[in-house]
Each structure stands twice: as C-alpha cells, then as structure tokens.
C-alpha cells in the first residue's frame, strides 16, 4: 500500500458512525472510542516513518478529526451536567475553530487544523477526559479542557492569520 497512514487515518470515519451506535460509556463504546483515538496518534506517526505525508493524507486527517469529535461530542455532551457558562465557553470554543477552518481555506491553505504543541495537547486531554470521568469530577476537568482548548483555538487562529508556518 502506498499511504499506509491514509488508512490508518480513514479508520477514524467509520469509528466515528460507529460511536452514534453504541450506548455512551459501554464498553463496546469505549472499544471504538480507543480505536479511533489510537488512529488518531498513529496516522502521523506512520506517514513520517514511511515517508508518505501528504497534502491528501493532511486534509483527511482534518475531516476524520472533526467526524470523530463531532460524533464524540454527540454522545458525551448530552449526558454531561455541565452549567450553562460552561456550554457557552465550548460553544464559543467551536466556533473559533470553525474559523479557523475557515479562515484557512479562504487563504488558500484548505480547510486543516495546524498540527501545533497546543493543538496535540488539547487534542490528548479531550481523548483522555471521557476514560477519567469514572474517577474525577467532570465541572474542574472540563474547565481545564476548555482553558487549553481555548488557548489552542486562539494560537491556531493567530498563526493561520499570520501565515505562520509549523
């Protein structure tokens, strides 16, 4: 197979239509949620080691992404009780990197997330935060989720709006 990352990274899709099927924190529903969280940390990891990166493979990694954490959010955010401040900061979170997708597509960089420091740690601490919710209390958890989260949103729009190259 010529991009073996690809695949890796198209696995995120089906796991995605897979997560609206399951019941949320089952355990089929962690098994999936793990399989595509783990497609997510090999895809770049494979493309580098194989020398296969590419313009496509970047682009669907973006849109894996976003199929991904949308379904993830569908099925987490309706059974979280979350105050309505807290709804509102995601909700302002969401559409700033929908900005940003947007901003760069209008500049011509298509329509991807920067693969920044922040962006991978905020990525890790959204993976992490639904396998932790047994053991810590969500409210103080999703404010540092969300400060992060923030603080990536804002990094990326900066640097796409610069024309900051990573």
Wanted: proline share 6%; hydrophobic share 55%.
């Amino acid at each position: 197979m010529k991009h073996p990352a690809n695949l890796i990274t198209a696995v995120r899709i089906p796991a995605a239509v897979l997560l609206l099927l399951t019941p949320v924190f089952s355990v089929p529903f962690y098994g999936v949620y793990l399989c595509g969280g783990l497609s997510d940390m090999l895809d770049g990891l494979v493309a580098r080691k194989t020398h296969s990166e590419s313009a496509f493979g970047a682009r669907l990694d973006s849109v894996a992404d976003l199929c991904f954490t949308a379904a993830c959010l569908a099925k987490l955010l309706p059974v979280l009780a979350l105050p309505l401040w807290l709804w509102c900061w995601i909700g302002v979170i969401a559409v700033v990197r929908i900005g940003n997708l947007l901003a760069g597509a209008l500049r011509g960089n298509g329509m991807e997330m920067l693969h920044t420091n922040a962006n991978r740690l905020s990525g890790l601490l959204l993976f992490l935060l639904p396998l932790c919710l047994p053991w810590i209390p969500v409210l103080p958890a999703a404010v540092w989720a969300c400060l992060i989260c923030s603080f990536a949103a804002l990094q990326e729009g900066f640097m796409i709006l610069r024309h900051t190259k990573i």
